[in-house]
T-cell receptor
Framework: AQTVTQSQPEMSVQEAETVTLSCTYDTSESDYYLFWYKQPPSRQMILVIRQEAYKQQNATENRFSVNFQKAAKSFSLKISDSQLGDAAMYFC????????????FGQGTRLTINP | DVKVTQSSRYLVKRTGEKVFLECVQDMDHENMFWYRQDPGLGLRLIYFSYDVKMKEKGDIPEGYSVSREKKERFSLILESASTNQTSMYLCASIISGGGYNEQFFGPGTRLTVL
């Protein structure tokens, strides 16, 4: 079974600075999908960014980018120019290519933005 | 926009009560999921459904059951609520067919069992 580990329960960053959230996973599959989801306080979980394992190029979405290291099974999220609205719980998630489209989540990282 | 709604944001029940959590999605998605969110544990899959009247157990199905009589609605049932089921419950849906698609989540129901 696949597992996802986020080793940083909490992180904080100054507004306008850059922060990196870590995620590692364990799988025996060669193809899969990886996601970062954001859960703002008392608000709905939303997708931040996604990566296909067979694509070597790291995904980017505006201020959000990932560092995908397939051999190391690492999938970190970098947030540039942090904004107050980035404060949230961030979850890393894994999904297999085949079968049910269920997600396997990490423990989450609570990100605080300091003004 | 895809919308996933859950019947209650907050719910307080007593031990032994039967509890129904309702989830509705409006985008004709085939697959629907119930997750439980606890601090330090992330989200864990309770049950999922890939079609009407079809269901499969997730990682932590004990103490729960589900019902999917209509495509848009997926219900989570706690047959006899216990204090260890106090948690945040999240519903999600996704179109079938695999691929790069994202799951869309509801706002969550925070259940307290006294």
């Amino acid at each position: 079974a696949q597992t996802v580990t986020q080793s940083q329960p909490e992180m904080s960053v100054q507004e306008a600075e850059t922060v990196t959230l870590s995620c590692t996973y364990d799988t025996s599959e060669s193809d899969y999908y990886l996601f970062w989801y954001k859960q703002p306080p008392s608000r709905q979980m939303i997708l931040v960014i996604r990566q296909e394992a067979y694509k070597q190029q790291n995904a980017t979405e505006n201020r959000f980018s990932v560092n995908f290291q397939k051999a190391a099974k690492s999938f970190s999220l970098k947030i540039s120019d942090s904004q107050l609205g980035d404060a949230a719980m961030y979850f890393c998630a894994y999904r297999t290519i085949q079968g049910a489209q269920k997600l396997v989540f990490g423990q989450g990282t609570r990100l605080t933005i300091n003004p | 926009d895809v919308k996933v709604t859950q019947s209650s944001r907050y719910l307080v029940k007593r031990t032994g009560e039967k509890v129904f959590l309702e989830c509705v999605q409006d985008m004709d998605h085939e697959n629907m999921f119930w997750y439980r969110q606890d601090p330090g544990l992330g989200l864990r899959l309770i049950y999922f459904s890939y079609d009407v009247k079809m269901k499969e157990k997730g990682d932590i199905p004990e103490g729960y059951s589900v019902s999917r009589e209509k495509k848009e609605r997926f219900s989570l049932i706690l047959e006899s609520a216990s204090t260890n089921q106090t948690s945040m419950y999240l519903c999600a849906s996704i179109i079938s067919g695999g691929g790069y698609n994202e799951q869309f989540f509801g706002p969550g129901t925070r259940l307290t069992v006294l």
